[in-house]
T-cell receptor, first 115, second 110 residues
Framework: GAVVSQHPSRVICKSGTSVKIECRSL??????MFWYRQFPKQSLMLMAT?????????EQGVEKDKFLINHASLTLSTLTVTSAHPEDSSFYIC???????????FGPGTRLLVL | RKEVEQDPGPFNVPEGATVAFNCTYS??????FFWYRQDCRKEPKLLMS?????NEDGRFTAQLNRASQYISLLIRDSKLSDSATYLC???????????WGLGTSLAVNP
């Protein structure tokens, strides 16, 4: 299957700082990338859908000014958690897809801990 | 009612057992169906897509009943390495947005 990477794999930061997470599709061009969040013992929740070259579509309840998404190329999307707080601590996972008929391939996830 | 419902388990079974997981979904317009597997503290990995005709991949068999909005996964001859959380996932809308179940936890014991 296709390969999607995420960086960093884990990050610990102080409350109030901003954290950037990168998602790359390594061997295919992803027209769409998705950002998910998973809290312990809960299911994955879609945060936003990102199409290359256009603004991300955020799910209800997700603040677009707090979770900034940039999908500048067909192989890279970034999620920036601005002014992070302890309640933002979670497992953030991206996925990438070539087109709507294709499977989503998931990155290994980024574990964020905000102190 | 949750959009995708699964029994969270845990299911504790001995090696070699056959185990079945069920899942129901609420959106009748759902268009694609999947089972994913997630190991502890890892990303989910696609186990198999699910089709109305049913599909089998080795020890794994998936079935879809659109009329009942019900999806199943059967694992035969369970291995220790099958221990994981199994996630029922449904794709909806033109953009095939994925809606995730909470997952069913499986522990295969020696």
């Amino acid at each position: 299957g296709a390969v999607v990477s995420q960086h960093p794999s884990r990050v610990i930061c102080k409350s109030g700082t901003s954290v950037k997470i990168e998602c790359r599709s390594l061997d295919f061009q992803a027209t769409t990338m998705f950002w998910y969040r998973q809290f312990p013992k809960q299911s994955l929740m879609l945060m936003a859908t990102s199409n290359e070259g256009s603004k991300a579509t955020y799910e209800q309840g997700v603040e677009k000014d707090k979770f900034l998404i940039n999908h500048a190329s067909l192989t890279l999307s970034t999620l920036t958690v601005t002014s992070a707080h302890p309640e933002d601590s979670s497992f953030y996972i991206c996925s990438a897809r070539k087109d709507v008929q294709e499977t989503q391939y998931f990155g290994p996830g980024t574990r964020l801990l905000v102190l | 009612r949750k959009e995708v419902e699964q029994d969270p388990g845990p299911f504790n079974v001995p090696e070699g057992a056959t185990v079945a997981f069920n899942c129901t979904y609420s959106n009748s317009a759902s268009q694609s169906f999947f089972w994913y597997r997630q190991d502890c503290r890892k990303e989910p990995k696609l186990l198999m897509s699910v089709y109305s005709s049913g599909n089998e991949d080795g020890r794994f068999t998936a079935q879809l009943n659109r009329a009942s909005q019900y999806i199943s996964l059967l694992i035969r001859d369970s291995k220790l390495s099958d221990s994981a959380t199994y996630l029922c996932v449904v794709g909806v809308g033109n953009n095939r947005k994925l809606i995730w179940g909470l997952g069913t936890s499986l522990a295969v014991n020696p």
